[in-house]
């Protein structure tokens, strides 16, 4: 458009030049009709430019509502695939979750199933420790009873014998001796008849018939005899009096037959008592007694000079 206005001028310019000219007018004719035929070329061709500037504005008119026509169903697409999408995804999770619920339901019952296994093999365990616990301490009990009670053993039966010697035999004490004497509890102590006893040809075995004391019943007055009721030591002891002048007195003592010990004196007519003690393991069932030699006597009364006693110390 531009151009084509400033050629006109241009034209116009050159037209007047020419009409102010000296030129013969058959010039200026032929260039006006020129002129003209230039003009109405430029006409037709502006005609036609605007027509097809109308085309154009036309055409840009509709793709304009193409595009916007685009643009709206695009956007409709995406909105339907954003729901579609939606839809699906939510459709995939229910299916998930669902899936995953029962897992987890499944998984939850094993789960209890190996708890409570596993709480019967605890259980099962935790009693098969204690036992062994238990077994263990009662083993370790009974070692250590035994070692006390061998201790304790060894230890009573020092401290009994000790506590013997450093008595003498008139301070013997029967309540001190049941207290250090444990169970079983074996005492005798007896005494001879009133009177005069022997001489004898033979050798006598003598029966003590005034018992005071026979706890435990292993003295036997019928026969004189002692028969240790338990496995254990023993303390013997006796007293002897003889008055008659130029009797000699004496005894033997014997242990299942077997002379042990023997005491002897010959009184000048006055007061003669010998004593004697011994200390013996007997094994239960054993047997002590004493004997008369022959051609001896004794004497004895009421203030019980001649005796024959004996306890258990301790038991083996």
């Not at 709206?72 to 995953?100: P, R, V, W």
């Not at 230890?155 to 035999?169: Q, Y």
């Not at 002897?264 to 239960?284: P, R």
Request: proline share 2%.
């Amino acid at each position: 458009m531009r151009r084509s206005v400033v050629f006109h001028i241009l034209l116009l310019c050159q037209c007047w030049t020419w009409a102010h000219s000296e030129a013969d007018s058959e010039a200026a004719q032929t260039v006006a009709q020129g002129l003209q035929a230039e003009i109405q070329g430029v006409e037709i061709n502006q005609a036609e430019s605007t027509r097809e500037t109308n085309d154009t504005v036309d055409l840009w008119a509709e793709l304009k509502e193409l595009r916007d026509m685009t643009i709206e169903l695009k956007t409709d697409l995406n909105s339907d695939y954003s729901l579609n999408s939606q839809i699906f995804c939510t459709i995939t999770h229910i299916f998930m979750f669902a899936g995953l619920e029962v897992k987890i339901s499944s998984i939850e019952k094993e789960m209890e199933g190996i708890k409570r296994e596993n709480a019967g093999q605890n259980v099962l365990h935790s009693l098969w420790e204690t036992l062994n616990v238990f077994a263990e301490l009662e083993n370790t009990l009974n070692i250590v009873k035994s070692e006390v009670e061998a201790l304790k053993s060894k230890n009573m039966g020092e401290l009994k014998m000790g506590c013997m010697f450093m008595l003498t035999p008139n301070q013997l004490d029967l309540e001190l001796i049941f207290t250090l004497i444990d169970q079983p509890k074996v005492v005798f102590s007896t005494a001879l008849t009133s009177g005069y006893f022997g001489p004898f040809n033979t050798d006598v075995t003598l029966k003590f018939s005034k018992v005071f004391i026979n706890f435990g019943q292993g003295y036997n007055p019928s026969t004189g005899f002692f028969t240790a009721p338990v496995k254990g030591i023993y303390y013997f002891r006796y007293t002897l009096l003889e008055k008659r002048k130029d009797m000699s007195l004496g005894i033997h003592l014997f242990h299942n037959g077997k002379h042990v010990m023997g005491s002897f004196e010959v009184s000048d007519g006055s007061h003669e008592s010998i004593s004697n003690a011994i200390i013996l393991q007997l094994e239960q069932g054993d047997e002590v007694y004493m004997n008369l030699l022959s051609n001896h006597g004794l004497y004895d009364d009421g203030n019980n000079y001649t005796t024959f006693s004996g306890f258990l110390l301790f038991p083996l």
